[in-house]
């Protein structure tokens, strides 16, 4: 299974904001749309980063409720992962797991095509492996 496969059943849909949103906005975008990060970008097709729920706990903890007026280009995390549409979802989840981040921004042309979660990977290893598994069921009992 390829990441574009993933696309296609969950949609291109990606939550942007431009870097200079509150911190307190990005906290009520996260609520409003039961999404963990969301991705930095001014034009919304340009990743400049990448900020979840974890880059805002972190900051909470370290400088206290103060940081919910700072802005999102403060505490995003600017080194982003990304992948491509034709990528495998098997590596894709091996690199969330090595790099312990639960989304990845998907470019194709230098433009956001979609963003994948943890969860949608795995849904589609569990999916992948039962697809298997009844291929090889077929296989040894129609002999
Ligand atoms: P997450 O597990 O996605 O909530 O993110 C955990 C940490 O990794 C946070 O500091 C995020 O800013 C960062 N992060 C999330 N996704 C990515 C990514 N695709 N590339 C690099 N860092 C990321």
């Keep these: 299974m390829i990441i574009s496969d993933i696309l296609r059943g969950k949609g291109s849909d990606v939550v ?14 996260l609520a409003e749309h039961g ?7 001014s034009d ?3 990743v400049e980063g990448i900020i979840s729920e974890r ?8 400088q206290g409720p103060g940081v919910l007026s700072a802005t999102v280009d403060e505490i995003c995390t ?3 992962i990304t992948t491509t549409p034709s ?3 098997r590596e894709l989840r091996q690199v ?3 790099g312990r981040f639960r989304h990845v921004p998907v470019i194709s042309d230098g433009r956001l095509q979609g963003i994948v979660s943890i969860g949608d990977v795995v849904k589609a290893s569990i999916t992948q492996l039962e697809s298997d598994a009844a291929a090889l069921t077929n ?3 129609s002999g």
């Design 44 to 46: 919304g097709a340009t």
């Design 87 to 89: 990528a495998r979802a």
């Design 139 to 141: 296989y040894i009992t």
């Design 78 to 80: 600017r080194d982003v």
């Design 96 to 98: 969330m797991t090595d």
């Design 16 to 29: 942007t904001v431009p870097p200079d949103t509150s911190i307190e906005a990005l906290v009520g975008l």
């Design 35 to 41: 999404i963990g990060a969301v991705v930095v970008s």
């Design 55 to 62: 880059d805002v706990v972190r900051a909470l903890a370290a």
